[in-house]
């Protein structure tokens, strides 16, 4: 059998190659391109992953730095002395206002233990003797006033747990408050918050040692009568805390501004694929290209360059050319907000077949039939909706003619075929899942494929 000649030999001589070489040779020659571009792919994905760990390492950084910081800050400040905590400690604890009111006196309303009934008396301290005594308002303190004391108390109630409160319900229960001896109580109201407050903590503060239900700050009364207000408010309401909490925060709700939902995320697939490095890949969109400034301004961006051949070696040692925009993170850019569906739709991008290079003027194209229809805008921003086209004729994918093409805006001018040739505008050639929404018509043109000999 005789040898075949070599394929440059034999288009010398004069002789046609098999189709079946031919084919063989350009799927070696096509395949060898894909790989290179896996290839690409591969080195891209690896400085995404060398900027991620540049991220982690700066942020890491900056910790450590915002902690040494603080450290810093720690050491030069002043160390609080043991003296201004022992005074800041006092100072907590001093209720000497309120003993020097209490000891002046107050009008006071005294509940007699015979008939239950209430007597306006003056009533006042002595802290020296530590003794709370009382008379008629008319009358000033001496032999025929009324004393307990304070020594033999061994509890002191505030609020509604004070006899006064239950005798009187409609007597404000942070007013009333009780001296409990081992004899019988001694039931007090107050004319205001401001006497209630003086008697009850001076009273704490001479029986502290061996009285419950005393108080040992200010802070801790004012709390407490908080807490009795709010109480006393909801039973009289007939409603409980949490539905008190929850009106509130209803009312206050109703006050404010709507809150701004932010977008919802949806990722392509999530639920068939697992979170990968292109799930976390974000690129600015062409909005945000176009609101950082003209160019040669504060936070502009270089416009993006023109579309680009790149060059490769096939198996047989033969140099190819692969035609297009090879423009990833631009064309990634441009494909919406979506994060996941714009990584995917860069990987379909780069591993696409034929449809890989971008249309030029004149040629014609068809709706891959992915979408039913598709929107035509006035222009590449696509802000000003003009029409819609149906990407198939009855059960045929529908022709359009390219007018321009814009890679960097994802963008492609079209106008229809036949009897839709008044039907123009601007297209998007990729949607947001990273589907082609136009592919090259075949009966164009046979030879014009993405690799081509040089």
Known sequence: ???????????????????VDVLKQQLREAQSAHDELLQQMKVAEGTWRRCIEEAEQKEAAA????????????????????????????????????????QQGFVIKKVTEKHGKTEADGGGVCPNTCV??????????????????????????????ARAAKLFPEVMPWLCFSVITGERSYDFIGSNESSTRCFVLCISRLCEKFAGGTFRTR??????????KLKTGCQRRGRTLLQE???????????????????????????EKPMDLFDFFDEPSPTQHAARGPAGSAGSVPEPTSPQSFRSTGSNGDSITRTGSFQPFTRLASAGG?????????????????????????????????????DLYRTADATEWVNEMACRSQSERRAVNIISALPQQNMVEIRGTDKLKFVKGWARMVDDHGNWLLEKDRKDSASDVLFVRL
């Open 63 to 102: 910790k450590k730095e915002l902690q040494g910081c603080k450290a810093l800050l720690e050491k030069q400040r002043p160390r609080r002395s043991l003296e201004l905590s022992r005074l800041l400690r006092k100072l907590q604890r001093n209720v000497a206002r309120e003993i020097r009111d209490a």
């Open 338 to 374: 979506d994060l996941g569906s714009n990584a995917r739709g860069f990987v379909s991008w780069m591993t696409s077949g034929g449809q890989g290079s971008w249309p030029k003027p004149g040629e014609t194209w068809v709706f891959t039939g992915c979408v039913e229809q598709v």
């Open 1 to 19: 059998m005789p040898e075949r000649l070599p394929a440059a030999w034999a288009t010398a001589v004069g002789h046609t190659s098999d189709p």
């Open 245 to 271: 909490f929850l009106t509130s925060v209803q009312h206050v709700g109703a006050t404010l501004p709507p809150p701004v939902q932010p977008p919802v995320v949806e990722l392509a697939g999530a639920a």
């Open 132 to 161: 709370l005594k009382w008379c008629h308002v008319e009358e000033s303190f001496g032999p025929t006033s009324k004393s307990v004391d304070l020594q033999t108390v061994q509890r002191l109630d505030f609020g509604p747990s």
């Open 219 to 228: 802070h801790d009364f004012e709390v407490a009568k908080g807490w009795c």
